[in-house]
């Protein structure tokens, strides 16, 4: 096996954001930038690993956007340089990110690579991504990802084989001369295996054998094998049930994000005479969810919050009770008002799925969840959009005559209904999206007691965490108001947040909430109409950024 060493000048734009480096395809495709991010990752793993990591095996699988295939054989290349014995390649390199968690954490493997841009774009002239997932499964935390950035900006050269292109296409396996084993295996089985030590199948089988129905969209993306299997081959629902199945470099030239915006296609057939029982979507790389019933969006604060209020008495991996759930920040609070009825604790961190991975591996956290429609549990360190879709299934099962909005009404009757809606602005001015973010930190004092609307600014801060586990410090996490009544009780906020999601521009995200006990029937626009209108004219948004409007609403 011949190994070479390129050399070039060194990139200075590869710092990993909250789910890992995500820029224009184009712009990974340039000569040497790949392999500069493999290879500082590589370097990264190996200064804080406690023993020798390279014969365990590397996980290596994609969303099946455009460049996932080469990005494989580039990556795979790279790590056989860098000494790795045992590489463990998806089928078609199509590994969703739970799925990967679920390899990873199985095969004890030393990481893996997941290349993905999530919800993001697809194709020549848009996203991709790439990250690197730890021995626990989980994405790498911040202190990995500033390194991996350091050395990024001081590397010059990388080490690659020249080796053929391998088949990915077919399982099996190959030894090369070296002695390095590369194996190509089923995506799909061990994920589906793991589901069906979760949750009761044949309880949701029998809910199918009734009559019900449902519709998953996998928006020609990477869910879509796993949803065949999963929800046709095994739990009966009917054929054709799962739709846009079979992923597209492209994802058919859609957005595959399942929120209001892009899946509104779903959402309207739920909304018409000719609607399923229950609808779900998926994202990019499997990892969020969208649930739907008949005339009915559960947002997915409320979903999270339902479906731990529910885990123990519908789903059989927690029939002995929760241990503890966790939010980001900015997603709904119903979740603490759950919590509190179950005593046990709730948690709140910043946004990005590393921040719960402490709390999980230390057994501090059953169910968490983001309100960019992530939900996930403790079997792996990924949120996971079917382990959603299973829960809410799980939970129609138990009740077997109860409608999903059946099931959401009860819960807004018992709880309260917390209000809710995240506004995006995208492709801003970098340095004006920071310099309104900042100006807003300097006058948090001076909004205390100022009037949102009919409400009173409370409180205002720029959100800080604590880490439970390690009790690092992570700052600068969103800005919040929160806002009461006249009766100086706490019943909403806005909060304000840079993203680092976006591959070009800036992205900022303000969320509205307000919660309210008696009046649980409004629609969210009713709701917080008030605030949304109020808000945007205190701070001045559409003259700041030369918006009417926000760019999405969810």
Same mark, same amino acid.
């Given at each position: 096996?011949?190994?070479?060493?390129?050399?070039?000048?060194?990139?200075?734009?590869?710092?990993?954001?909250?789910?890992?480096?995500?820029?224009?395809?184009?712009?990974?495709?340039?000569?040497?930038?790949?392999?500069?991010?493999?290879?500082?990752?590589?370097?990264?793993?190996?200064?804080?690993?406690?023993?020798?990591?390279?014969?365990?095996?590397?996980?290596?699988?994609?969303?099946?956007?455009?460049?996932? @295939?080469?990005?494989?054989?580039?990556?795979?290349?790279?790590?056989?340089?860098?000494?790795?014995?045992?590489?463990?390649?998806?089928?078609?390199?199509?590994?969703?990110?739970?799925?990967?968690?679920?390899?990873?954490?199985?095969?004890?493997?030393?990481?893996?690579?997941?290349?993905?841009?999530?919800?993001?774009?697809?194709?020549?002239?848009?996203?991709?991504?790439? @990250?690197?997932?730890?021995?626990?499964?989980?994405?790498?935390?911040?202190?990995?990802?500033?390194?991996?950035?350091?050395?990024?900006?001081?590397?010059?050269?990388? @080490?690659?084989?020249?080796?053929?292109?391998?088949?990915?296409?077919?399982?099996?396996?190959?030894?090369?001369?070296?002695?390095?084993?590369?194996?190509?295996?089923?995506?799909?089985?061990?994920?589906?295996?793991?589901?069906?030590?979760?949750?009761?199948?044949?309880?949701?089988?029998?809910?199918?054998?009734?009559?019900?129905?449902?519709?998953?969209?996998?928006?020609?993306?990477?869910?879509?094998?796993?949803?065949?299997?999963?929800?046709?081959?095994?739990?009966?629902?009917?054929?054709?049930?799962?739709?846009?199945?079979?992923?597209?470099?492209?994802?058919?030239?859609?957005?595959?994000?399942?929120?209001?915006?892009?899946?509104?296609?779903?959402?309207?057939?739920?909304?018409?005479?000719?609607?399923?029982?229950?609808?779900?979507?998926?994202?990019?790389?499997?990892?969020?969810?969208?649930?739907?019933?008949?005339?009915?969006?559960?947002?997915?604060?409320?979903?999270?919050?339902?479906?731990?209020?529910?885990?123990?008495?519908?789903?059989?991996?927690? @029939?002995?009770?929760?241990?503890?759930?966790?939010?980001?920040?900015?997603?709904?609070?119903?979740?603490?008002?759950?919590?509190?009825?179950?005593?046990?604790?709730?948690?709140?961190?910043?946004?990005?799925?590393?921040?719960?991975?402490?709390?999980?591996?230390?057994?501090?956290?059953?169910?968490?969840?983001?309100?960019?429609?992530?939900?996930?549990?403790?079997?792996?360190?990924?949120?996971?959009?079917?382990?959603?879709?299973?829960?809410?299934?799980?939970?129609?099962?138990?009740?077997?005559?109860?409608?999903?909005?059946?099931?959401?009404?009860?819960?807004?009757?018992?709880?309260?209904?917390?209000?809710?809606?995240?506004? %995006?602005?995208?492709?801003?001015?970098?340095?004006?999206?920071?310099?309104?973010?900042?100006?807003?930190?300097?006058?948090?004092?001076?909004?205390?007691?100022?009037?949102?609307?009919?409400?009173?600014?409370?409180?205002?801060?720029?959100?800080?965490?604590?880490?439970?586990? %390690?009790?690092?410090?992570?700052?600068?996490?969103?800005?919040?108001?929160?806002?009461?009544?006249?009766?100086?009780?706490?019943?909403?906020?806005?909060?304000?947040?840079?993203?680092?999601?976006?591959?070009?521009?800036?992205?900022?995200?303000?969320?509205?909430?307000?919660?309210?006990?008696?009046?649980?029937?409004?629609?969210?626009?009713?709701?917080?109409?008030?605030?949304?209108?109020?808000?945007?004219?205190?701070?001045?948004?559409?003259?700041?950024?030369?918006?009417?409007?926000? %760019?999405?609403?969810?």
């Amino acid at each position: 096996m011949i190994i070479k060493t390129n050399k070039f000048k060194s990139f200075f734009d590869q710092q990993p954001g909250t789910s890992g480096l995500r820029r224009k395809t184009k712009h990974f495709m340039q000569e040497h930038y790949l392999e500069s991010f493999v290879q500082a990752t590589l370097n990264a793993i190996k200064e804080q690993a406690e023993g020798k990591i390279e014969e365990a095996p590397l996980i290596i699988g994609g969303d099946g956007r455009f460049f996932n @295939k080469e990005a494989i054989q580039k990556i795979m290349r790279v790590a056989l340089a860098n000494g790795y014995k045992h590489l463990c390649i998806a089928k078609g390199g199509i590994l969703s990110t739970p799925a990967a968690s679920v390899e990873i954490r199985k095969r004890k493997a030393s990481g893996g690579f997941i290349l993905s841009a999530s919800h993001n774009p697809a194709g020549l002239n848009e996203d991709f991504g790439i @990250k690197y997932n730890c021995e626990n499964g989980g994405p790498a935390q911040e202190k990995l990802t500033n390194r991996i950035f350091e050395i990024s900006k001081a590397l010059t050269e990388y @080490k690659i084989t020249e080796i053929p292109e391998i088949n990915i296409d077919s399982i099996g396996a190959l030894i090369l001369a070296s002695g390095a084993k590369i194996e190509i295996f089923d995506g799909v089985k061990n994920y589906a295996d793991l589901m069906q030590n979760l949750f009761d199948f044949g309880k949701i089988r029998t809910l199918f054998e009734n009559g019900f129905k449902m519709r998953f969209d996998a928006m020609y993306a990477v869910t879509g094998p796993y949803a065949k299997v999963i929800f046709e081959d095994l739990l009966g629902a009917p054929l054709g049930s799962v739709e846009h199945f079979i992923p597209r470099e492209d994802f058919g030239g859609e957005h595959p994000d399942p929120n209001q915006v892009h899946a509104k296609h779903l959402i309207d057939f739920m909304y018409s005479a000719k609607a399923a029982d229950f609808a779900a979507a998926s994202d990019g790389d499997g990892d969020r969810n969208l649930i739907v019933g008949k005339k009915c969006f559960v947002s997915p604060g409320d979903s999270l919050a339902i479906i731990a209020s529910e885990a123990k008495k519908c789903i059989p991996a927690f @029939k002995g009770g929760l241990k503890g759930v966790a939010r980001s920040m900015p997603t709904s609070q119903a979740l603490d008002l759950v919590a509190k009825k179950l005593n046990i604790e709730s948690f709140e961190t910043p946004t990005g799925w590393k921040y719960f991975v402490n709390l999980m591996d230390t057994g501090k956290c059953s169910i968490c969840g983001e309100e960019s429609f992530g939900t996930g549990g403790d079997h792996i360190r990924e949120k996971d959009g079917i382990w959603a879709v299973l829960c809410w299934l799980s939970i129609l099962a138990h009740y077997e005559k109860k409608s999903v909005q059946d099931i959401v009404t009860d819960f807004w009757k018992e709880f309260g209904r917390n209000y809710y809606q995240r506004h %995006d602005y995208e492709g801003l001015d970098a340095e004006i999206a920071s310099n309104f973010c900042d100006n807003l930190r300097g006058k948090l004092e001076e909004f205390i007691g100022q009037e949102i609307g009919k409400y009173k600014i409370r409180y205002a801060d720029d959100f800080n965490y604590t880490d439970a586990v %390690d009790n690092s410090v992570t700052s600068k996490q969103g800005i919040r108001i929160f806002l009461c009544n006249a009766g100086k009780e706490e019943v909403g906020r806005v909060v304000f947040r840079l993203s680092g999601t976006g591959s070009s521009g800036a992205l900022l995200r303000v969320y509205y909430e307000l919660f309210e006990r008696e009046k649980i029937n409004l629609t969210s626009d009713e709701a917080l109409k008030d605030i949304i209108v109020s808000a945007q004219k205190f701070l001045r948004l559409k003259e700041v950024f030369d918006k009417d409007k926000a %760019d999405v609403i969810t």
